[in-house]
C-alpha cells in the first residue's frame, strides 16, 4: 500500500526546566509525522529524539523528513537505517496503530521529581495526584546536599512509597558507591518509611563492567538505561550479561515491532520510559508497555506535569 505523508515540527516550552547531569533541558522538540492511506484513513506517529541518550539528532531526523517522497510505502517505512531510532519509532508507530486497538490493561505511573531540595516542596502534590511511585534526578549538586536531601526526603514519604534515583550516567565509581552504600542502609533500617526501588544508570554507558560490579557487590538494585537506550545497545547489554533491569525508552529504541520480538524471545524485565513526548508517540509507547511488562513495577511516564497544554488532541494542533 502507498500512503501519503507530511510531517511537522513542534517545540513545546516545560513548565521549568528538567536538570540532570546533562545539564538543562528547556524545551522538548520533535516532529508528528501523518500516514494517509488509499482509503483516506489517517493515522499518527512521532519522532522525538533525545541524542545525548544515543539517538540521532533533531536535525538528523528533520533532514530524513524531508528528503523522503511524499508516497512512501511499508518497505521504504522499514529500510530506515539504525541510525535513526527514533525515526524507525515514529515511523513504525504510524503504520502499525492503525489496525491495533488500545488494550485495557491498568498500568501504575511514577512521577518525575525535580531535582535538588524542590523535591521536598513537589513529591507531595503528585502524591496527592494517586502517585505512589517517584523518580528524582541525581547527581546535578554536591553528593554531600544530595544525600541529605535524600534522607530527608525518605523520611518525608509515606510507608508505601517507592522512590528510583536516576544518576543519567554522572556519577563517579566512588559516587555510586556512597549512593548504594546510604541506599542499601536506608532500604535495611527498621526508622525508613519509603524504600528505594532501583537506581538507575549510575555511570557512563561505556563503564559497564563497573555497572555490572556494582550490581554484584551492592543489594539495592541497579538499572541500565543510557546503556541500553536503542535496540543495539539494549542487545550488546543483554548479550554481555546483564541481567538485571532495563529502562526502556521506546521512543528512541528503534521499531516497535523488533523491541516487542527481542523482549519477548528474551524475558527482558524492563520499565518502559516517556521521552517527554506528546500523547502521539505516548500512546505508542504504552502499548508496548502493556504487552512486555513482565513485572508490577509503575512504568516511567508520570511527565504531564511538566507541560502547560492539554496533548489529546494534539496533531490537529499542526495541521
Request: aromatic share 12%; glycine share 6%.
Amino acid at each position: 500500500m502507498v500512503y501519503q505523508f507530511e510531517f511537522r515540527s513542534y517545540r513545546r516550552k516545560f513548565i521549568f526546566p528538567i536538570i540532570t547531569s546533562y545539564g538543562s533541558w528547556e524545551f522538548r522538540e520533535g516532529i508528528i509525522i501523518q500516514l494517509r492511506d488509499t482509503m483516506n484513513r489517517v493515522s499518527w506517529g512521532e519522532i522525538a529524539p533525545i541524542s545525548w541518550f544515543g539517538s540521532e539528532t533533531l536535525d538528523q531526523a528533520l533532514d530524513f523528513c524531508q528528503q523522503s517522497p511524499k508516497e512512501i510505502t511499508a518497505e521504504y517505512i522499514y529500510s530506515i537505517p539504525n541510525t535513526l531510532p527514533a525515526c524507525q519509532f515514529g515511523f513504525e508507530s504510524a503504520l502499525i496503530m492503525k489496525g491495533e486497538e488500545k488494550r485495557n490493561n491498568i498500568l501504575s505511573f511514577c512521577g518525575l521529581l525535580p531535582s535538588g531540595e524542590e523535591v521536598l516542596n513537589v513529591w507531595n502534590t503528585l502524591w496527592n495526584r494517586g502517585y505512589t511511585t517517584f523518580k528524582w534526578k541525581i547527581g546535578v549538586k554536591t553528593i554531600i546536599s544530595e544525600l541529605e536531601i535524600l534522607h530527608e526526603l525518605i523520611q518525608q514519604l509515606p510507608t508505601s512509597a517507592k522512590l528510583r534515583l536516576d544518576a543519567n550516567g554522572g556519577l563517579s565509581e566512588e559516587q555510586a558507591e556512597l549512593w548504594l552504600e546510604n541506599c542499601d542502609y536506608i532500604n535495611n533500617s527498621s526508622q525508613s518509611s519509603a524504600i528505594i526501588e532501583f537506581l538507575e544508570q549510575p555511570l557512563k554507558a561505556d563503564k559497564f563492567e563497573s555497572i555490572l560490579r556494582l550490581s554484584l557487590n551492592y543489594q539495592t538494585m541497579i538499572a541500565l538505561d543510557e546503556s541500553a537506550a536503542t535496540l543495539d545497545q539494549l542487545r550488546d547489554s543483554y548479550e554481555k550479561g546483564w541481567q538485571g533491569l532495563f529502562i526502556i525508552k521506546p521512543g528512541i529504541a528503534g521499531y516497535p515491532s523488533h523491541l516487542h520480538q527481542f523482549c519477548q524471545q528474551n524475558q527482558i524485565d524492563a520499565v518502559f520510559s516517556s521521552v517527554m513526548e506528546t500523547a502521539i508517540g505516548r500512546q505508542a509507547a504504552l502499548e508496548l508497555a502493556r504487552k512486555l511488562t513482565i513485572k508490577s513495577r509503575a512504568v516511567g511516564f508520570g511527565i504531564n506535569h511538566w507541560f502547560t497544554e492539554d496533548q489529546e488532541n494534539y496533531p490537529q494542533q499542526l495541521w
